[in-house]
């Protein structure tokens, strides 16, 4: 990309979005265009339309999308199926029809079957039942990942996609009834702390383990393969996609047990007590990523798990 270029980054007030937003500029580009919701309903197809024959991105990150834990999923599978396969298929579309040069495709590790073998490779891409709690969100995306290969392999078009594992970084979003996990780790602990509260309760047992992926790594992945290479150097028989991640992962209880220390590291030796509640759904057993592919690419993620938790408490008492 010349640094000169027009870039339309959808979603740039997001955890992802923000994100590749402050990477591009600290990397130089001066052109980045964005809109707020309020301005651009990418869910309105005759309003992305306008809005690329009016301004004519020439590159675009597909971050925009509608986000939430096994909570909000469980609760909304409609919304989430509906809004985040608008918003796909609407940008997608206005790019071809606009003559976008490349585009890049957030995606998640959510989108691999429920029992898929671990760690999790990219030609594992609908070969089992999908996890029941975020279906929904996982076909959406499945649909707007198969969309862009389509579109590569009939129009000629270079549309990448990247799958990320669980995210986690400024910016976050820490509502209770709709956050992802760590979040709301980072939000009830210190809602524990602040009120002198003795016990946190967490869901599910705390089993499931999970890989952890600092947003702003991610946002220096996007950005570098959106540099170095085209929807070609990502292509395997399932898609033209490669997965992000750091290729570690721990228990769910663990990484609550750092996430309170974190938090409690200036409570003077006072802590609290987890407890966990089994009733509630604990999601996939495991969901750990392949990242050799990636590798190959020439990237690879640097932000250690407990001072990226760090950075993102100290945002969480900046903005609550």
Not at 126 to 154: H, R
Request: aromatic share 10%; net charge negative; charged share 25%.
């Amino acid at each position: 990309m010349e640094k000169n270029a027009k870039i339309y980054v959808a979603g740039h007030r997001g955890l992802v979005g923000s994100a590749i937003y402050r990477n591009l500029q600290a990397k130089g580009y001066t052109n980045i265009i964005t809109r707020t919701h309020s301005e651009l309903d990418l869910t309105n197809q005759s309003a992305v339309n306008e809005f690329f024959a009016k301004e004519k991105p020439e590159y675009v990150f597909l971050a925009a999308a509608h986000v939430g834990g096994i909570g909000a999923n469980s609760t909304h599978p409609a919304a989430f199926i509906y809004q985040n396969m608008m918003i796909g298929f609407n940008i997608v579309e206005a790019a071809y029809q606009n003559g976008v040069k490349k585009l890049m495709n957030l995606g998640s590790t959510c989108i691999y079957p429920k029992m898929a073998p671990q760690p999790l490779k990219e030609e594992y891409l609908l070969t089992g039942q999908l996890e029941p709690t975020n279906d929904a969100y996982a076909v959406a995306k499945i649909s707007v990942i198969k969309l862009c290969t389509k579109y590569n392999i009939e129009y000629g078009t270079n549309y990448l996609s990247v799958m990320p594992t669980n995210l986690y970084g400024p910016g976050d979003n820490y509502d209770l009834q709709g956050s992802h996990v760590l979040p709301a780790l980072i939000r009830k602990f210190h809602e524990a702390k602040t009120s002198g509260e003795d016990i946190v309760h967490l869901w599910g047992d705390g089993s499931p383990e999970r890989e952890f992926l600092y947003s702003e790594d991610l946002a220096d992945a996007v950005v570098y393969l959106m540099e170095n290479c085209d929807a070609k150097d990502l292509r395997t028989e399932t898609g033209d996609f490669v997965n992000v991640g750091t290729g570690k992962d721990q228990t769910i209880k663990s990484v609550a047990e750092l996430v309170r220390d974190v938090v409690y590291a200036d409570a003077k030796g006072r802590t609290c007590v987890m407890e966990w509640d089994p009733s509630k759904p604990n999601g996939t057993p495991k969901k750990l990523c392949d990242v050799s592919r990636l590798t190959a690419l020439g990237w690879k993620a640097t932000t250690d798990f407990k001072a990226g938790i760090e950075k993102s408490y100290e945002d969480f008492k900046a903005r609550f």
